[in-house]
């Protein structure tokens, strides 16, 4: 049972997509946690949702090809500049003209983005491990070939396009794996894996073939920094698997942004340590609401 | 938006306060703590104890006349939850819990706003899942003494889950051994509702240690606490009169504790009844539904009377010749401390019910465990009420002094 029911929810059409969202609690101003990666969706964020809409009104949805939003048919589907709409798109069509941005990885970026296009709008942002190329790749997201074929399949070798058509739970099992360092995390995987299966190996191959944007390159992922000038926190999990770990403190020192460390902490830690990523939350958009 | 106000109370101008979390799966907790709170108050008259409850404990409450804090309307519904989790009398209670995970973010997350608008000396927490986890997740968010009680300790697998599940009990409880190493302080006392003797023999896991070992070793034991004086022979009578029962009628009343999740019981029950009376004519029964199932949706049978919530149910349950029951602890307990013969069906899948109560029960030589596959036979039904009506019962005598024993234990942290 879910801890708390959406106020409204509804459908953004974007040319013949629906973008499905959720709307929780009635206070001010609005808080759009941002579409997850679409290995995931909006429940990634269920930790957060009832606790925020007691004081303010929480915006939550769906990436196009996971969850309740229409599936993803093209790469193109996955560049940053559709998904950065789908995320206006929502905000338009739940009338929420100014809101605090909250995203993780590739979201986390997308709310910085967002911040630099459109500063009328973004009173703060957030960004959970920023997906933001600020470094070079972590060496195990890189270290093996995503298209070729291997015998056998172990390890980061697992994210490999083959192995995801084999088998793409066991990769979810591992990367979530991953995802969560954090000593008994069973139930945080075992969240993550169900909702991977919504997108699948199909879903997830579109994105990786996204042609590359802005936050694919180390300087114009700096120049997306430079250009925020809103109030920016940044929390970084200190064994992200994920994102570089350093790419937090820079994003946070080009933004002019407060930067909190969870040593020890993972790539998902609104999902293992709800309580303390909870209170920064409300923090933040309070003081950033005044 | 307009500026925050706060209240600084200076330190020796703050009323003694305690905040008592009981929890609301079920009705089992309710009455224990009511009867410890009151112990409470005889030892600290000035003591101001206030509840952050849920349904079905607020209904325990609203008739005790107990204080529920506003914020408790915050508390988002764990029986409801169970409820909603539970299934044709099978309830796969671990499993149940740890999908409870987003309700128990949003219950720590009021509970902790509780605590910081207000100056509590003393945090209560009678298996409040989620203040003991999330405070041993984020230690620096204690600022009261804290004193966790339980009737049990251990997550333990059910066959049916295999491997996998032993796995994952054993995480569980490997989780929870390293939150009381490295945070001792965290709570100030730890009490067992029950006695060394009640705890199953079991390990938490492999190269963990035996649950009773470490159990005693980590708590205080108050013995069992049923909330309740031994009803004399005058109240039984009393209590049967005002049922409307005669001295030679064969009373059975069934009942499945305070949440929902005992309605497919009820049913079978219902199936058995036309049996059990043919068998038996005198046989005359009252099943009480909890006050989260209609009465209404019920079948109607001969020789049977269907209420809702009874208040003093233990009192009822005195004056019975037989009862049927879920495998709910509180129940059972007070069939046994009444010492009446009764039939315990526990649900399926629910680890708590078929271990950790069994073993109790096995200890007090309470009740005759049936299965539900049993239970689901009319006529099989039938002839185990009709055999167990009036049978002379042998239990050992459930203490009287649990709640002032655990009121004593928690008036020293004031």
Known sequence: MRALEPVQSGSVDRDGVGIHYEVYGEGSPTVHLLMPDVIVHSRAWKAQIPFLARFFRVVVSDPRGNGRSGPATSPDDFTDRTRIDDQWAVLDAVGADQAVLVGVCTGAGHTLMMAGERPDRVLGAVAINPGLRLTTPLPHRIEFDFDEPRESYEGWQKQNAHYWRTDWADFARFFFGEMFPEPHSTKQREDCVEWSMGAGADTMLLENAAPPSGSSEIESSKEICRAVRCPVLVINGSLDNCQDPARSPIAADLTGGDLVVIEGGGHLPQARDPVKINLLLRDFVRRVAR | ?414
Not at chain 2, 38 to 50: A, F, G, K, S, V
Not at chain 2, 81 to 90: K, L, M, P
Not at chain 2, 130 to 136: K, R
Not at chain 2, 323 to 347: S, W, Y
Request: charged share 25%.
């Open chain 2, 1 to 414: 938006m307009p500026g925050r106000r706060h209240t600084w109370v200076r330190a020796q101008r703050r009323p003694r306060r305690a905040l008592f979390l009981s929890s609301p799966i079920g009705l089992g907790h309710a009455r224990r703590d009511v009867a410890i709170a009151q112990e409470l108050r005889t030892l600290h008259p000035d003591l101001r104890i206030e509840w952050l409850a849920q349904h079905p404990v607020t209904r325990v409450l609203a008739n005790a006349g107990e204080p529920v804090h506003p914020a408790s309307a915050l508390l988002a519904n764990e029986s409801a939850h169970i409820e909603d989790e539970s299934a044709d009398h099978d309830l796969h209670a671990f499993q149940a819990i740890r999908r409870m995970d987003e309700i128990l973010v949003n219950n720590f997350m009021v509970f902790n706003d509780v605590v910081d608008d207000t100056y509590y000396d003393l945090v209560i927490g009678d298996e409040a899942w989620d203040v003991d986890y999330f405070l041993h997740e984020n230690p620096e968010l204690k600022r009261f003494a804290f004193a966790w009680m339980t009737d049990f300790v251990g997550w333990l697998p059910m066959p049916a889950g295999g491997d996998a599940e032993a796995d994952l009990t054993a995480d569980y409880n490997a989780e929870m051994l390293e939150q009381r190493a490295r945070y001792r302080r965290l709570r100030d006392r730890s009490i067992f509702v029950g006695n060394p003797d009640d705890i199953v023999d079991a390990s938490f896991g492999p190269g963990m240690p035996r649950i009773r070992d470490w159990t005693e070793a980590h708590f205080d034991f108050a013995g069992y606490v049923t909330g309740f004086a031994p009803p004399t022979a005058q109240e039984r009578a009393a209590a049967r009169a005002r049922l409307g029962y005669r001295d030679d009628d064969a009373l059975c009343i069934v009942t499945v504790g305070g949440s929902g999740v005992g309605d497919a019981l009820l049913h079978r029950v219902m199936d058995a009844i036309p049996l059990a009376r043919r068998k038996l004519p005198d046989l005359k029964f009252l099943v009480v539904t909890g006050p989260r199932i209609d009465p209404a949706t019920l079948p109607r049978r001969q020789g049977t009377k269907v209420r809702g919530f009874v208040p003093d149910l233990y009192l009822s349950l005195a004056a019975c010749d037989v009862a049927v029951v879920q495998g709910g602890l509180t129940t059972c307990m007070e069939l046994t401390a009444a010492k009446r013969p009764f039939l315990f069906v526990p649900l399926e899948n629910h680890f708590e019910q078929n271990f950790h109560v069994r073993r109790r029960l096995e200890n007090y030589g309470g009740g005759r465990c049936i299965r539900y596959s049993e239970a689901c036979d009319p006529d099989a039904l039938a002839a185990a009420i009709v055999a167990e009506v009036s049978r002379d019962v042998d239990y050992r005598p459930v203490e009287t002094d649990g709640a002032a024993r655990a009121a004593a234990m928690l008036a020293e942290l004031i």
